[in-house]
């Protein structure tokens, strides 16, 4: 495995680039065992979390990644734990709203997909 920082820093580039231009681009990063917990509630398979990031409820958006951390996750294969959190510019808000994420990434080939991703966005209280 290549320098795990290099890596997150290399995927997350990508997936938020393709998010905030491109959300339907973002299928080929998912398989059909991968996972999506938004919010709170879990959405399983490629198609099902690309359905569910095409439709989200606005048309422009922007991350602004603030903070970005990754490990090893297993002594096994070449995988790893990516936690990302930053904010969200919705439809030119003049109000970002703060956000976390987490990807487990696994080898294929070459690269990676996302096993697992959990995205929640963090109110004050």
Do not use: C
Not at 108 to 119: A, K, R, T
């Amino acid at each position: 495995m290549g320098d795990i920082n290099t890596i997150a820093k290399q995927f997350t580039d990508f997936y938020y680039t393709t998010f905030d231009t491109n959300r339907a681009g973002l299928h080929s990063l998912y398989r059909d065992v991968s996972m999506l917990t938004w919010e709170g509630t879990p959405i399983l398979g490629a198609t099902a979390i690309a359905e569910k990031l095409t439709s989200l409820p606005f048309e422009k958006v922007q991350h602004k990644v603030t903070t970005l951390d990754a490990q090893p996750s297993s002594p096994s294969i070449a995988s790893l734990i990516v936690s990302v959190t930053g904010l969200l510019v919705v439809d030119d808000s003049t109000n970002p709203l703060q956000f976390s994420q987490v990807f487990q990434l696994i080898p294929d080939g070459s690269s990676y997909y996302v096993y697992n991703d959990i995205f929640r966005l963090n109110y004050g209280a």
